[in-house]
T-cell receptor
Framework: QKEVEQNSGPLSVPEGAIASLNCTYS??????FFWYRQYSGKSPELIMS????GDKEDGRFTAQLNKASQYVSLLIRDSQPSDSATYLC?????????????FGQGTTLQVKP | EAGVAQSPRYKIIEKRQSVAFWCNPI?????LYWYQQILGQGPKLLIQ????????DSQLPKDRFSAERLKGVDSTLKIQPAKLEDSAVYLC??????????FGQGTRLTVV
């Protein structure tokens, strides 16, 4: 079983639509969760962090966490062509601040004008 | 605030040669990570340091890869001897304890 699992996609949405990206993880003790965006040929950059169950909103982005289901999601509202990228889910394993930071394989998002 | 610095940006070597990558993390970041990212895949954690101690190196191919973090600051990752399958982008990242990781620009390695 993969430690952090994402659907590799591609996920294609029209401009202005809501894009929904999902991630599951295996370490039940994990406390810190992150979404990164990676443009082709570039390094990952942080979009959102979430630590508590529920929703966290930042502009057009909403991260959702359900620790009981070991599930993290990212919603992108009013999707723009510039949002086309690979979205990486990352989980810091365990309850310690020094836990391993593990990434999923990423979901490729295509926003069509 | 200066970001994570990595060098070189690109490297082409022949198989069985050796290569070394260098990383300077963000000042004050205790945690340093080395990831390998093969085209089309997510970053794979090779080794994670906390200050100058190793937190995890379970995915590091120790017969050919080695890494060190001197004085809890800069780090080097070495491959000796390189194989064709080592062609990838090597990403260095750093973080404060609970925080998220900031990435360097990466080193693109091509083994021919």
């Amino acid at each position: 079983q993969k430690e952090v699992e994402q659907n590799s996609g591609p996920l294609s949405v029209p401009e202005g639509a809501i894009a929904s990206l999902n991630c599951t993880y295996s370490d039940r003790g994990s406390q810190s969760f992150f979404w990164y965006r990676q443009y082709s040929g570039k390094s990952p950059e942080l979009i959102m962090s979430i630590y508590s169950n529920g929703d966290k909103e930042d502009g057009r982005f909403t991260a959702q966490l359900n620790k009981a289901s070991q599930y993290v999601s990212l919603l992108i509202r009013d999707s723009q062509p510039s949002d086309s990228a690979t979205y990486l889910c990352a989980v810091k394993e365990g309850s310690s601040n020094t836990g391993k930071l593990i990434f999923g394989q990423g979901t490729t998002l295509q926003v069509k004008p | 605030e200066a970001g994570v610095a990595q060098s070189p940006r690109y490297k082409i070597i022949e198989k069985r040669q050796s290569v070394a990558f260098w990383c300077n993390p963000i000042s004050g970041h205790a945690t340093l990570y080395w990831y390998q990212q093969i085209l089309g895949q997510g970053p794979k954690l090779l080794i994670q340091f906390q200050n100058n101690g190793v937190v995890d190196d379970s995915q590091l191919p120790k017969d050919r890869f080695s890494a060190e973090r001197l004085k809890g600051v800069d780090s080097t990752l070495k491959i000796q001897p390189a194989k064709l399958e080592d062609s990838a982008v090597y990403l260095c990242a750093s973080s404060q304890s609970r925080g998220w990781a900031f990435f360097g620009q990466g080193t693109r390695l091509t083994v021919v």
